[in-house]
């Protein structure tokens, strides 16, 4: 004969009631580390290699080419900016600076952004760019990693790139970071 069966309540482990307090724990310390983590330290799988290539109108003489190749012969910086970017507002009276400072020329890929504003921008605030290409559609920034803008990248003279900055550029990074990393590239290239 089969015994009846008693109504027995299932009682769960005492644990499982610290689990979702030990997930939360668990989640608030990553959240604390990850704000400790900078943005600007993103690495770039680019440096190292030569610039990608790339074949876009420029800014003020739509009917002529730049190209990647016009970086190459000298050490240079590829900034990538666009009108509608605010940092890039913020970081234009440094890139004047830089450009009046006369150690490296500074090249744009003017990114996703019309070209009429460009030019506009550039007569009413001044012009520190060599050249600027148009990089309309955004394909060639992707090419180069751009997570957004403003970027610059230090390249060498043979093309290659050899440092990426992320964000705005101040005078103090011009100082500390862009302009020690051109003149070690310089003295390297002397040797």
Same mark, same amino acid.
């Given at each position: 004969?089969?015994?009846?069966?008693?109504?027995?309540?299932?009682?769960?482990? @005492?644990?499982? %009631?610290?689990?979702?307090?030990?997930? #939360?724990?668990?989640?608030?310390?990553? #959240?604390?580390?990850?704000?400790?983590?900078?943005?600007?330290?993103?690495?770039?799988?680019?440096?190292?290699?030569?610039?990608?290539? #790339?074949?876009?109108?420029?800014?003020?003489?739509?009917?002529?080419?730049?190209?990647?190749?016009?970086?190459?012969?000298?050490?240079?910086?590829?900034?990538?900016?666009?009108?509608?970017?605010?940092?890039?507002?913020?970081?234009?009276?440094?890139?004047?600076?830089? =450009?009046?400072?006369? +150690? =490296?020329?500074? %090249?744009?890929? %003017?990114? +996703?952004?019309?070209?009429?504003?460009? !030019?506009?921008?550039? +007569?009413?605030?001044?012009?520190? %760019?060599?050249?600027?290409?148009?990089?309309?559609?955004?394909? !060639?920034?992707?090419?180069?990693?751009?997570?957004?803008?403003?970027?610059? #990248?230090?390249?060498?003279?043979?093309?290659?790139?050899?440092?990426?900055?992320?964000?705005?550029?101040?005078?103090?990074?011009?100082?500390?970071?862009?302009?020690? +990393?051109?003149?070690?590239? @310089?003295?390297?290239?002397? !040797?």
């Amino acid at each position: 004969m089969s015994q009846p069966v008693e109504n027995q309540s299932i009682q769960p482990k @005492r644990w499982v %009631y610290l689990l979702p307090l030990g997930i #939360f724990v668990g989640l608030v310390i990553l #959240f604390f580390i990850g704000l400790e983590l900078n943005p600007r330290l993103i690495p770039s799988p680019l440096i190292g290699k030569p610039a990608p290539s #790339f074949s876009l109108p420029r800014l003020h003489h739509p009917g002529e080419i730049f190209q990647e190749t016009d970086l190459q012969g000298e050490i240079s910086l590829l900034n990538i900016w666009a009108t509608w970017c605010p940092s890039c507002k913020q970081e234009h009276p440094v890139l004047m600076q830089i =450009a009046k400072a006369n +150690k =490296a020329p500074i %090249y744009g890929l %003017y990114y +996703k952004d019309d070209p009429e504003y460009g !030019v506009e921008w550039l +007569k009413n605030n001044g012009n520190p %760019y060599r050249a600027n290409a148009v990089d309309k559609d955004g394909s !060639v920034g992707i090419e180069w990693g751009t997570y957004g803008t403003p970027e610059t #990248f230090i390249i060498d003279e043979k093309g290659i790139i050899q440092y990426k900055h992320v964000g705005p550029i101040s005078w103090q990074d011009w100082k500390d970071k862009l302009l020690p +990393k051109i003149q070690s590239l @310089r003295e390297k290239s002397d !040797v």
